[in-house]
Every structure is written in C-alpha cells, then in structure tokens.
C-alpha cells in the first residue's frame, strides 16, 4: 500500500477566500509551512512581487507589538525590525513600506521564523493598508 492509500493528504492552504477591501476585490492565501508562513494578498488579478521578510530580532525580543498589540500613537510606534528580501517581481519602496505596515499591525509579527510574502495592491495608501490588515487580522490571524 502505497503512504497516499494509508492515510489522506489535505491539500491545499490554510485558508484561501476573495473579500472586498475598500470596495477592490481582493484575494488572500495563508499557509504556515513548519519553517515559514506564506502570504498573498493581491488585488491584480495574478501573482504579486513576492519577498521573503526575515526578523532582525528573536521572537522572545518582539515586545512591541508582539504583547501589547499594535501602537496607534504616532509618538510611541515602535516598527518590528524586518530584512526583506525581493525574490521575484518588481520591488519597490512603496511595497516594502506596506509590508512593514502589515507587519506591525497584523499577526505576522508572531510569525516563528520568517515568512513569504506577495503583496499586489491597485493602491497603496494609509486607509487601504488599514483595512487590509484589519481582514487580515480578523480571518487569517
């Protein structure tokens, strides 16, 4: 008997669904691999530039917003240090500035070790990257 007859695969990703962000339909895939966690959120109808982010700091070193959960005031924002990496796609600043904002304001920053991440979004600006990681809080985290 081979190992697939002795017990079934799942397959697919952890979560997988289409929602409306800002009024844009958006796609967002999330899996966790026992190494990485890997994200898509794109609003292009295809795959996004894709980055592999890495923690300059240990997971134990992550207090703001790992135990407190995100700063709202401007004054006491603390970013989580990150080294992102753009593996394919066109890298910008603007989506390594969005990747940030979503590291700081989602679960991503609990992430164990380092993760994937594509990010194609039609606008990049405060209100849209509020709202997608409110979603992304709310049904991936």
């Known amino acids: 008997m081979s190992p697939s007859a002795d017990k079934p695969r799942e397959i697919g990703f ?10 844009v339909h ?7 691999f026992g190494n ?15 980055y ?3 923690f300059d700091v240990k997971r134990d070193e992550r207090i703001v917003p790992y135990l407190h959960g995100p700063v709202d005031n401007p ?8 080294t992102m990496t753009c593996c394919l796609g066109l890298d910008s600043d603007e989506v390594r500035s969005a990747i940030q904002f979503l590291v700081n304001r989602t679960g991503l920053n609990k992430c164990p070790t380092e993760f ?11 209100p849209n990257l509020r709202a997608l990681s409110k979603v992304i809080e709310e049904l991936v985290f």
Do not use: M, Y
Request: hydrophobic share 45%; no cysteine.
């Open 14 to 23: 952890d979560r997988q669904f289409a929602v409306e962000v800002n009024g």
């Open 26 to 32: 958006t796609e967002i895939v999330f899996h966790g």
């Open 36 to 50: 990485k966690w890997f994200l898509v959120a794109t609003q292009l109808g295809k795959v996004p530039g894709i």
């Open 52 to 54: 592999n982010v890495s």
């Open 75 to 82: 004054e006491f924002h603390v970013s989580v240090p990150i």
């Open 116 to 126: 994937v991440i594509g990010l194609g979004l039609k606008t990049i600006d405060g």
